[in-house]
Nanobody, 126 residues
Framework: VQLQASGGGLVQAGGSLRLSCAAS????????MGWFRQAPGKEREFVAA????????YYADSVKGRFTISRDNAKNTVYLQMNSLIPEDTAVYYC????????????????????WGQGTQVTVSS
């Protein structure tokens, strides 16, 4: 299984970026896809997730209303549209795939994710 994240970069506060994650080697539509991020010196944290069909989405409170997760099962790709970026969004962003989740709140737990991409750096300047 391979997850290849791309689309990161340097952007000014208030700007936008769109991350992509192309998956191969798995039955893509059978997996929940999530985005996590990790800033220097901090733990990896949940950002957003989308169900296999794309019908359900989940967001961290810190990004709700600014970020949108979506997926294209025909292209085996998940996206993260990030708008109104703030410096606190600076981190390495990882995509991940989970076959199911155990947390009643949704697919928020890093331990539910079986496969991980290599990460893409997002830097937001003030």
């Amino acid at each position: 299984v391979q997850l290849q994240a791309s689309g990161g970069g340097l952007v000014q506060a208030g700007g936008s970026l769109r991350l992509s994650c192309a998956a191969s080697g798995l039955t893509f539509s059978s997996y929940i896809m999530g985005w996590f991020r990790q800033a220097p010196g901090k733990e990896r944290e949940f950002v957003a997730a989308v169900s296999g069909s794309g019908g359900s989405t989940y967001y961290a409170d810190s990004v709700k209303g600014r970020f949108t997760i979506s997926r294209d099962n025909a292209k085996n790709t998940v996206y993260l549209q990030m708008n109104s970026l703030i410096p606190e969004d600076t981190a390495v962003y990882y995509c991940a795939a989970a076959p199911y989740y155990r947390d009643s709140r949704g697919p928020l737990n890093v331990n539910d994710y079986m496969y991980w991409g290599q990460g893409t750096q997002v830097t937001v300047s003030s």
